[in-house]
């Protein structure tokens, strides 16, 4: 099953099932997205909307995704939130968008969704200028951890939702025009993160 076809079944109970266990770990994490108000900002999977009520006015705002039926909610909700926002089907791992077009770029819940996320961490950096921030939120394995079964797992959940064994200190290796600025316990323990990187110049 593709991704784009499991989050269309999805879609309709996303809300349901990941709004309230993550709205706070949303809202913590974009509380240190404070750009200028005449800055660009992308939300990279911007699912169902869930971000909206928590982004600060003044940024110009636009969001991907690659599921038509979750950019549908998306609509709905940045209607009811008065929210200007532009938003594009378009695939984290080959982004739409010219080199440093922003200044900030948010991925909540998306990094260990895709099926190559050192590939949407790569887009990601290649679109925000030097000096912006790249805001993160999701579940990550420590380095070293063994962890079987959240690794065994991730064989059948990838093709389902999500992935369960990506190692974040491996894509920032592989990544290195960013710099870690932040990283801290967001849920589950401390199996999501909040983490915060800058682009160096």
Not at 10 to 15: F, M, Q, S
Not at 62 to 81: C, F, Q, S, Y
Not at 155 to 171: I, K, N, P, Y
């Amino acid at each position: 099953m593709s991704l784009r076809h499991a989050y269309t079944l999805w879609a309709p109970v996303y809300d349901l099932a990941v709004g309230l266990a993550t709205r706070e770990a949303r809202r913590a994490s974009l509380t240190r997205l404070v750009p200028a108000a005449d800055a660009e900002v992308l939300l990279i999977g911007v699912g169902t909307g869930l971000d909206f009520p928590f982004l600060p006015t003044g940024p110009r705002y636009t969001g991907v995704d690659l599921t038509p039926a979750m950019l549908a909610r998306a609509r709905r909700r940045a209607e009811r939130h008065d929210l200007a926002i532009a938003l594009e089907e378009a695939d984290a791992h080959a982004l739409p968008f010219a080199d440093q077009g922003f200044d900030a770029v948010v991925m909540h819940l998306i990094v260990a969704v895709v099926p190559e996320p050192e590939r949407a961490l790569a887009e990601a950096a290649r679109v925000l200028r030097p000096g912006g921030r790249l805001l993160i939120l999701d579940k990550f394995l420590a380095p070293g951890q063994r962890a079987p079964v959240r690794r065994a797992a991730s064989r059948m959940l990838q093709h389902l939702a999500t992935r369960t064994d990506v190692v974040f200190e491996e894509l920032l290796t592989a990544t290195p025009s960013l710099a870690l600025i932040d990283d801290r316990p967001a849920l589950a323990g401390g199996w999501f993160r909040h983490i915060e990187l800058e682009k160096r110049a």
